[in-house]
């Protein structure tokens, strides 16, 4: 992954303006001039993981990562555009609405976008694997939670069919169990101080040229593809703590 960049301010430049603070009368403080906030873009994925495509064998065709990684960069360039939007825009509390309003836009639109990059993300780390019962301490956290990997299995499958976009594996750092919640759309219905571990993508782009509408068969395709050494991964942080 490339084209990140940084835009925050820089040591020196702080160290400048602190200095400046020091000794500017009260009414500097708070300059009425239009400054961009402090900017920093995503990365912008160039291409599927290679083991990603060892989910051909399963039927999940590379024809539909090749057409699914398009939306993936769209996630990332829609990020990136906003918060472009949202360091140059003069803010203006007296201009927001709740109805419509340019930052009410921004806002809402913005964790679409940036829940659909982070959700896919997910999706393509942790895929290109043997699938097979979870492994580690994701696996045993299934245990604790759902009795039985087979009983995960089934949660799952009836919640990647319940839904419209998305299922979420995720840890919940309160209750320290997993969990997986359903999703509608890129950004419903994520519950804060949680961790996501794995998301199976269920709209119909994830499956149709290879399945038509049969979901179940993709579900049960993309649970033999899962990489649970990825998904420890990604759970590792939060889960030995
Ligand atoms: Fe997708």
Not at 65 to 80: P, R, S
Not at 129 to 134: E, H, Q, R, T, V
Not at 171 to 194: L, S, W
Request: hydrophobic fraction near 40%.
């Amino acid at each position: 992954m490339k084209h990140t960049k940084d835009f925050s301010i820089s040591r020196r430049n702080f160290l400048v303006g602190t200095a400046m603070v020091a000794v500017a009368p009260a009414a500097m403080c708070f300059p009425q001039e239009k400054k961009p906030m402090s900017l920093k873009l995503v990365d912008v994925p160039q291409s599927i993981p290679e083991k990603v495509y060892s989910s051909e064998a399963h039927g999940i065709s590379r024809k539909t990562h090749d057409e699914h990684l398009k939306l993936w960069q769209g996630y990332a360039n829609k990020t990136n555009e906003i918060r472009k939007a949202l360091a140059e825009m003069e803010v203006d509390p007296a201009k927001a609405n709740q109805i419509y309003s340019a930052i009410r836009a921004l806002k809402v639109d913005y964790s679409f976008a940036y829940q659909g990059l982070i959700n896919h993300n997910v999706y393509f780390e942790t895929l290109g694997g043997k699938g097979g019962p979870a492994t580690g301490r994701i696996g045993e956290l299934i245990q604790e939670s759902y009795g039985s990997f087979e009983k995960w299995v089934a949660d799952f499958k009836a919640t990647g069919m319940a839904s419209r976009g998305w299922v979420y594996l995720a840890y919940d750092h309160a209750e320290k169990r997993v969990f997986n919640y359903g999703g509608d759309a890129q950004n419903t219905f994520p519950i804060f101080n949680h961790t996501l571990v794995l998301a199976m993508d269920v709209y119909e782009h994830a499956y149709f040229m290879d399945f038509g509408v049969a979901r179940m068969k993709y579900i049960e395709a993309y649970l033999n593809c899962i990489d649970w050494d990825a998904v420890n991964k990604l759970g590792e942080a939060v889960t030995t703590r």
